[in-house]
């Protein structure tokens, strides 16, 4: 029966070992992406100080991160939505 116990630890060792493994990437990662987020706050704030409407500019930023087909459906339906109201 020892040798039972003594695979379960090993595994056991093992598994506990790459919980911590995922545990730290994650944690490297999240600090990575509050840096990434900190550099872009910044490349608003200098579009801003350079006369640039930052609500329009995270419009573009959005839109152009949909694919093509779902805005062109996005767009047809607000035009819809607008025409059922009886427009702005």
Avoid at 40 to 52: H, L, N
């Amino acid at each position: 029966m020892a040798d039972g116990s003594a695979g379960l630890d090993v595994a056991q060792a093992e598994a506990q070992g790459r919980l911590k493994s995922v545990i730290e990437r994650i944690e490297r990662l999240e600090e990575d992406k509050a840096g990434i987020a900190g550099d872009i706050k910044e490349v608003y704030a200098e579009a801003k100080g350079d006369g640039f409407d930052i609500k329009v500019i995270r419009k573009i930023v959005r839109l152009r991160k949909q694919d093509k087909v779902k805005r062109a459906e996005e767009e047809a339906l607000l035009d819809l939505y607008i025409s059922a109201i009886g427009g702005l």
